[in-house]
């Protein structure tokens, strides 16, 4: 085994070990594409739809809720068409880099919600969240993206530096439906609707 293959060994094990996720169906997969990174994550939610459809478009809160983002601002409003400026940290082990970014969300109800870069410091970001009917009251929450870093990184630091971030955040919003659902249901304690 070559010293860069233990190095990277040793990286994913670390990430693996800080990352898990809380739920056993939280699912986070990644590929490099070229300076970029595919970025494919996957939940099974028991709630509501449109209890999921609101937690997935308040983007007016989100950084009450997404780990790692410090500011989520609504710019503009046009029917479906939200233009959002977000401001945060991608954080892995003791590497950090911010992301500032204004994106433009377009509401496709009752189950697509697609992520485009307008400007910021990323070179590229664009996505979706799919909502998809299992039946019997569950669903399966769908992220898929592409993501870019503005400034060049190490090929495998800039790799798990994105997925860490888009798994800690993926994870927050699964987090917060399921806690919005407790309260809706009377099931338990939570901050806020």
């Not at 780990?67 to 400026?85: C, D, H």
């Amino acid at each position: 085994m070559t010293a860069q293959a233990a190095a990277r060994g040793f990286l994913l094990a670390l990430f693996a070990a800080s990352s898990a996720p809380a739920a056993e169906d939280v699912s986070v997969e990644t590929q490099r594409r070229g300076e970029a990174v595919e970025i494919t994550c996957r939940a099974t939610v028991r709630a509501p739809r449109d209890l999921i459809w609101r937690t997935l478009t308040d983007y007016r809160r989100l950084a009450e809720f997404v780990p790692g983002m410090l500011k989520s601002r609504v710019l503009e409003v046009q029917g479906p068409v939200s233009v959002v400026e977000q401001q945060g940290e991608a954080r892995f082990l003791f590497f950090s880099s911010p992301i500032n970014v204004t994106v433009m969300t377009t509401d496709r109800p009752p189950d697509l919600i697609e992520v485009r870069l307008l400007r910021g410091n990323l070179k590229r970001l664009e996505g979706a969240y799919r909502i998809e009917d299992l039946g019997d009251g569950r669903f399966r929450l769908h992220w898929r993206g592409l993501i870019e870093p503005g400034e060049p990184m190490p090929p495998l630091i800039g790799e798990l530096l994105m997925r860490a971030n888009i798994a800690d955040q993926f994870e927050g919003m699964v987090q917060e439906i399921e806690r919005r659902e407790r309260l809706r249901s009377g099931a338990g304690p939570g901050k806020g609707p």
